[in-house]
């Protein structure tokens, strides 16, 4: 798995949340329902904990950082499959954006506790694959796995 | 220790949620939410300045125990009604991050 592309295959249960940008009085809501959902189906701690935490920064960042985008969430029978895309604006370098430290949010955003540049490098963390596709002008994809047993 | 030792031995005021009898194995102190989001282990005492409502989602996706606004820091009401309606601990003391770690030391969390 090198490239972005869903993978409709075995998908047991579909979660899509629409993200609006800027929202901050509602971020971490839609990471908060999938955490809810994975534990109303008794799926094991540590695995819900990794999607959590992978969510919940996907989610800030499309707030921080996107003109708006939306988060899928696959649940199969041997993995959990998220997607993550945007309508733009496009990540210039992705290498620098996956630094950890390194962040464009705004002050705005650093005064609220955002913007330490962790967001990619958790997200990618905690997954067993990671993949990172953005087009400037266009969006950004992401999608990440995280396998019940590794 | 249990949360309603803060509350009951130390005087630190419980302004939002209910579990008193929830217990503390780990404290942290930071500001930045991905740093918390990176380093914070289940039921944790979570130190933080910031007030605003995002610290919620932080700490009820790490599982923490209970949220501690520190040095008498007034927290906005939006963020209070949202705790409640999510169940999240939050105390405030007038006592330093320092002062704070000391108690739960002493209390038993190493």
Not at chain 1, 105 to 133: C, H, Q, W, Y
Request: charge should be negative; hydrophobic fraction near 40%; proline fraction near 2%.
């Amino acid at each position: 798995m090198n490239t972005y592309e869903k993978d409709q295959k075995n998908v047991a249960l579909k979660l899509h949340y629409d993200i609006a940008n800027d929202d901050f009085s509602r971020a971490g809501e839609a990471s908060s329902k999938i955490k809810k959902m994975l534990k109303q189906l008794a799926i094991d701690a540590n695995i819900v904990r990794r999607v959590a935490i992978a969510t919940y920064e996907a989610e800030i960042n499309l707030v921080i950082h996107s003109n708006g985008g939306n988060i899928e969430v696959f649940i199969k029978s041997d993995c959990i499959e998220i997607y993550v895309e945007d309508c733009g604006p496009g990540i210039e370098n992705i290498d620098l954006a996956m630094t950890k430290g390194f962040s464009t949010a705004t002050n705005v955003a650093r005064e609220m506790g955002f913007g330490a540049g962790m967001g990619l490098p958790n997200m990618e963390k905690m997954s067993d694959a990671f993949i990172i596709e953005s087009e400037l002008g266009a969006g950004t994809n992401i999608k990440m796995i995280v396998r019940y047993e590794t | 220790m249990l949360v309603r030792d803060l509350i009951e031995k130390h005087g630190f005021i419980k302004i939002s949620g209910s579990d008193q009898e929830r217990e503390i194995l780990n404290v942290y102190s930071c500001d930045l939410l991905s740093w918390v989001m990176a380093k914070g282990k289940h039921d944790t005492a979570w130190i933080t300045v910031q007030t605003h409502s995002n610290i919620l989602a932080v700490a009820s996706l790490l599982d923490f125990s209970c949220i501690i606004i520190p040095e008498g820091i007034s927290v906005e009401k939006e963020t209070v009604n949202k705790a409640d309606e999510q169940d999240v601990v939050l105390l405030t003391t007038p006592l330093e991050a320092y002062e704070i770690f000391k108690i739960l030391y002493e209390e038993g969390v190493k």
